[in-house]
């Protein structure tokens, strides 16, 4: 407001309005005193008025210019004052300020403006403190979000580490239940290959003990096979005498006959005689070619028993040398069967050894088989854990962007707050003023004021009126005698009296007595009753000017509480909801942080498993490559025992062919004896023939002879050749005789290799049989043998498809080792930063609780000011 302008009014409507009564109500007087003094000159009459006027105009101006002090320089004071306020300066104070008659006001005022600052100076502290701490809230919730998606991305990369670990897990389930299964199998065909090993030693064995029994028999049946040789040798020998002889007799059938022939021609001679001697001759030709019919025939059967016996003879040889060879197959059998037994002793200990090595194996697969689970179990729980914790992560960033929200609507709030308090202005420094008993306004001490201001002006005005202004309105009006002038001061007296009541009057009906509601008003806005104001219709007087500016400033600083209560009840609220999410923030966050410790605290122990568990590996595959070895090296073993055992078995299948075949030979001899037999029978009958045949070519020499003694002379040839062909018939017969001397020794030697034929027989079909058996021993042996080599081969396939498992189930766990190690950190980066955040939130919990006591702290404030609805 224009200070100035509202001072010159107050100052002109309070010099006007009684100047112009004063002096209408002199010029009254001052007829009057004319009248009484009976003055008849108007001039004097006009200098009467113009005086008695001009002394209520003075009076009024000389009791103006007290009221100045007392009244118009207050009322502009308080003006300024509440303008002031009502702007929102309160920084402004009329604690050095004259407030003449109007201190009770200024000290109502003084008081308004000391309880007004104290609320108004907390609400600015407080909304400046509410939008800084607001701001602080701001950055904390910021900073806990960019935590909080910091984290939520470790927790992430640890969520896809764990599916990957997952995976890998699986897979190592997968390999190392194949792997179990397959050891299982390995196990199992170490155990068939054991048995067969078992099966072939036992096997051996018994051949061993059959061999032996064999050995034992061998000098027997040795002693059987040479006196078959021997006899064969002798009945040889007969059989090459009976040749003999049978060429004995052919030349003496010849001869026989080559004498016939000399008989025909000596009977050709004989003239006399003649006939007689060609009949001997014929006779002896005759019979010479029946026994030349009959030695051919006895050289054709000793022929076909020669070849029979040779043909024994060489069985019989042949036999020996494939009886020799069968012995020496036997042994070599025997050393076969020994060196093999030694052989499969050797890969049966390897069997042994590779089948504890497979146990072990298994027993350390079942314990890593046990760690694989229990890491499938901490996998699996980490994994839930972590779609806890994702789930905690989400909320918690869902918590920060409601803080965040909150904290922006906070900021907002708390901004429109201080804009809206930023009108106000108070001292730099606000002095803490004890609270005080609030002086109660008394409407008396107005009406004292007044009384006394009534007496003082009235009194001055008297004074005035009787000693300055009545003697000089007397003096003008040449009425100056003593009663005159006392008539003049008595009524100079009753105009200052009227002057100063009028002047009393006016003042305090429009100002001292108007004080009493601005004094009201100032009591009930100290009091913080924002709520009434004077009313317009209600009588102020000059104090307008402080009832408008005073009800302004009410109005707006209604203004200014309302707008702050509704930003205190928008920041309750904010805050309220600020405070249960921060409250349920730190209470996820801690939740959080246990889980991520506990998911930590699973990395390490899935760390711990899965470096076990890598040095179990490590073990198990240097375990299993050494198996693959060892399986390797009993294959090769077994394979080239099976090659051996097989030339074994092929050199004995040779020798029990021959063998096999020689037998039948040596059964055929029976029936080689028998032909022998029948052709030696059959060379005795015609050997009888012969000796027949001999004795009647002796018959007939004898009649020769003694036809050519009749003859005398022409006989002497005859006789001669009758003689010779005696002979030669006695020689016949004695050739005979040899001849049934020998086949007597045949029959005898063929009885005798006929009973060695059987023990022979029973020889070679002993070790036949035994061959045979060992030969099938071979063909087992070399069957299992072949068995167990694929076996065999079947563990290496094993070994090696496990070592390739267990190279797999290595990379996962070692994938699933440095990944723990990763999530590990990654779970001790996630503490670190969920312990910041917990600092942050439980900073922002203190924050916001303190930014609730600020709430109270300004509510209180708020609350002190009483305001429209």
């Not at 006959?257 to 004989?270: F, P």
């Not at 299948?653 to 032909?675: G, L």
């Not at 003859?711 to 017969?733: N, P, Q």
Request: glycine share 6%; net charge negative.
């Amino acid at each position: 407001m224009d200070k100035t302008g509202t001072y010159t009014d107050i100052t002109r409507q309070s010099r006007l309005i009684p100047a112009i009564i004063c002096g209408g109500g002199n010029i009254v007087f001052a007829l009057i005193f004319c009248w009484i003094c009976g003055l008849e000159n108007p001039w004097y009459w006009l200098s009467a008025v113009l005086v008695a006027s001009a002394g209520g105009v003075a009076v009024v101006f000389i009791l103006a210019s007290k009221g100045a002090q007392d009244f118009y320089r207050p009322i502009n004071y308080a003006a300024e004052f509440v303008s002031a306020l009502g702007e929102g300066d309160f920084r402004t104070t009329l604690e050095d300020k004259d407030f003449g008659r109007l201190e009770e006001m200024k000290e109502f005022f003084q008081q308004m403006l000391i309880q007004l600052r104290k609320p108004l100076y907390k609400i600015i502290k407080t909304s400046r403190i509410v939008e800084e701490q607001a701001a602080y809230l701001n950055k904390e919730a910021d900073q806990n979000h960019s935590i909080v998606e910091k984290t939520a991305v470790i927790v992430d990369e640890t969520a896809r580490i764990s599916t990957e670990q997952a995976t890998a897990i699986e897979a190592v389930v997968e390999e190392t239940h194949k792997a179990l299964a397959m050891l299982k199998d390995a196990g199992e065909i170490y155990s068939q290959a054991q048995g067969k090993i078992d099966e072939i030693q036992q096997s051996n064995q018994e051949g061993l003990h059959a061999i032996a029994d064999y050995k034992e028999k061998m000098e027997e049946k040795g002693q059987a096979m040479d006196n078959f040789t021997t006899s064969l040798a002798e009945l040889e020998g007969y059989t090459d005498e009976l040749g003999t002889i049978v060429d004995v007799v052919s030349s003496i059938n010849d001869q026989t006959k080559s004498l016939a022939l000399n008989a025909s021609i000596e009977a050709a001679r004989s003239s006399s005689h003649r006939q007689g001697f060609t009949v001997v001759a014929q006779e002896v030709r005759k019979m010479a070619e029946q026994s030349a019919a009959a030695v051919d025939e006895i050289a054709a059967l000793i022929l076909n028993a020669y070849d029979g016996v040779a043909r024994v003879r060489e069985q019989a040889l042949k036999t020996t040398k494939i009886f020799s060879y069968q012995g020496e197959a036997i042994a070599r059998m025997a050393a076969i069967i020994e060196e093999t037994n030694q052989k499969v002793q050797s890969i049966l200990k390897q069997l042994e050894n590779s089948y504890r090595s497979i146990t072990a194996i298994s027993e350390d697969f079942d314990l890593i088989y046990n760690d694989v689970h229990n890491l499938s179990a901490l996998i699996q729980q980490t994994a839930a854990g972590l779609q806890e914790v994702s789930s905690g992560t989400q909320a918690q960033s869902m918590f920060m962007e409601e803080v965040q929200d909150l904290v922006s609507g906070l900021r907002k709030i708390a901004a429109g707050l201080n804009g809206e308090v930023q009108a106000i202005q108070l001292p730099a420094e606000q002095e803490q003023e004890a609270d005080q008993q609030l002086k109660t306004f008394d409407e008396a001490t107005i009406h004292k004021s007044v009384r006394l201001y009534a007496v003082r002006v009235v009194g001055l005005g008297s004074l005035m009126g009787a000693v300055i202004f009545g003697p000089l309105m007397a003096f003008a009006a040449h009425a100056s005698s003593v009663h005159n002038l006392m008539i003049a001061a008595l009524f100079g007296f009753l105009a200052g009296t009227v002057n100063g009541g009028t002047s009393v009057i006016l003042n305090s009906k429009r100002i001292l007595l108007p004080t009493r509601i601005l004094i009201r008003q100032a009591e009930h806005i100290a009091r913080g009753h924002l709520d009434r104001h004077i009313d317009m219709e209600e009588e102020v007087g000059l104090l307008g000017v402080i009832r408008d500016p005073m009800n302004t400033m009410a109005s707006n600083i209604q203004g200014i509480i309302q707008s702050a209560y509704q930003s205190s009840h928008q920041l309750q609220e904010a805050g309220k909801q600020a405070q249960q999410i921060v409250s349920e923030s730190v209470e996820t966050s801690s939740q959080v942080t246990a889980m991520i410790e506990e998911i930590n605290q699973a990395s390490q122990e899935k760390a711990g498993m899965a470096e076990s568990s890598l040095a179990m590996v490590d073990k198990i595959l240097a375990t299993v490559q050494e198996l693959a070895r060892d399986a390797w090296s009993i294959r090769e073993q077994g394979l080239s025992l099976a090659d051996q055992v097989r030339q074994g078995e092929e050199q004995s299948r040779v020798h029990r062919i021959q063998a096999e075949q020689q037998m039948q030979e040596v059964q055929n001899v029976d029936k080689t004896f028998a032909s022998l037999k029948e052709q030696v029978g059959k060379i005795g009958e015609v050997v009888f023939t012969i000796t027949t045949i001999a004795d009647e070519i002796s018959l007939l020499a004898l009649n020769a002879a003694i036809e050519a003694a009749r003859a005398g002379e022409d006989g002497k040839g005859f006789a001669v050749v009758a003689e010779e062909i005696r002979k030669l018939a006695d020689e016949t017969t004695l050739a005979a005789h040899n001849t049934y001397e020998l086949i007597e020794k045949i029959k005898e030697s063929t009885q005798t290799v006929s009973r060695f034929v059987q023990p022979v027989q029973e020889a070679m079909g002993e070790q036949i049989t035994l061959v045979v058996n060992n030969e099938q021993l071979l063909q087992s042996m070399n069957g299992g043998m072949q068995d167990i080599s694929n076996e065999i081969m079947r563990i290496s396939n094993i070994s090696d498809t496990v070592s390739n498992m267990i190279a797999t189930i290595h990379t996962n766990l070692q994938a699933i080792h440095i990944s723990s190690q990763q999530t590990e950190e990654a779970g001790q980066n996630a503490i670190y930063s969920m312990k910041e955040m917990e600092a942050s939130i439980a900073g922002m919990d203190k924050n916001v609780n303190d930014f609730y006591i600020l709430w109270q702290d300004l509510s209180d404030a708020i609350d002190w000011f009483t305001v429209s609805s």
